[in-house]
T-cell receptor, first 111, second 114 residues
Framework: DQQVKQNSPSLSVQEGRISILNCDYT??????FLWYKKYPAEGPTFLIS?????DKNEDGRFTVFLNKSAKHLSLHIVPSQPGDSAVYFC??????????FGTGTSLTVIP | DTEVTQTPKHLVMGMTNKKSLKCEQH?????MYWYKQKAKKPPELMFV???????INESVPSRFSPECPNSSLLNLHLHALQPEDSALYLC?????????????FGPGTRLTVL
């Protein structure tokens, strides 16, 4: 059973606009979450993390929001750039032990 | 150096062949991981090494045999694989196995079993 779900397989956004990628999880014990970006023929690249003691973490154009009661996190990219076009994975763990990954969302930023 | 390298990039092998995948990192990380990823699926954890000792084996068939010769190297020995083992094999490392630290991934080896 998939413990981490990304229900949108793909997303298209105009350059300069906001991209919002969503991730839901089922295990209430998860307390550490990561977002990765993956280009074709490359391994996933770490983007940003958040632990459950926070509800928001920012790094430049990337912000991750965590809603523990809804078991939901989202990644906001503002402004979106064509180079952001990639597959985005969220991953969740209990205290950094064994990450569970979502199936990914393919983001296309249209120039 | 924040890179995890993997060789080869691509590998085609028959079901009777023996081959090995190699992973290397020089970040001083003491935890290393093997993941398997099929198309349109998330990465699935196979093995975890912590301080060069096997920590987790996620019920992986014995035709996959991991080895950690030292803290920088991780190998995956392959023997008598099946066509359904064709996938992208990803190596990752982190500072330690537990704790709030991210995993760094290599580019992967695309394996095709004929």
């Amino acid at each position: 059973d998939q413990q981490v779900k990304q229900n949108s397989p793909s997303l298209s956004v105009q350059e300069g606009r906001i991209s919002i990628l969503n991730c839901d999880y089922t295990n209430s014990m998860f307390d550490y979450f990561l977002w990765y970006k993956k280009y074709p023929a490359e391994g996933p690249t770490f983007l940003i993390s958040i632990s459950s003691i926070k509800d928001k973490n920012e790094d430049g154009r990337f912000t991750v929001f965590l809603n523990k009661s809804a078991k939901h996190l989202s990644l906001h990219i503002v402004p979106s750039q064509p180079g952001d076009s990639a597959v985005y994975f969220c991953a969740a763990s209990v205290a950094g032990n064994q990450f569970y990954f979502g199936t990914g969302t393919s983001l296309t930023v249209i120039p | 150096d924040t890179e995890v390298t993997q060789t080869p990039k691509h590998l085609v092998m028959g079901m009777t062949n023996k081959k090995s995948l190699k992973c290397e990192q020089h970040m001083g990380h003491r935890a290393m991981y093997w993941y398997k990823q099929k198309a349109k699926k998330p990465p699935e954890l196979m093995f975890v090494y912590s301080y060069e000792k096997l920590s987790i084996n996620e019920s992986v068939p014995s035709r996959f045999s991991p080895e950690c010769p030292n803290s920088s190297l991780l190998n995956l020995h392959l023997h008598a694989l099946q066509p359904e083992d064709s996938a992208l094999y990803l190596c990752a490392s982190s500072q330690v196995e537990t704790g709030y630290n991210e995993q760094f991934f290599g580019p992967g080896t695309r394996l095709t079993v004929l």
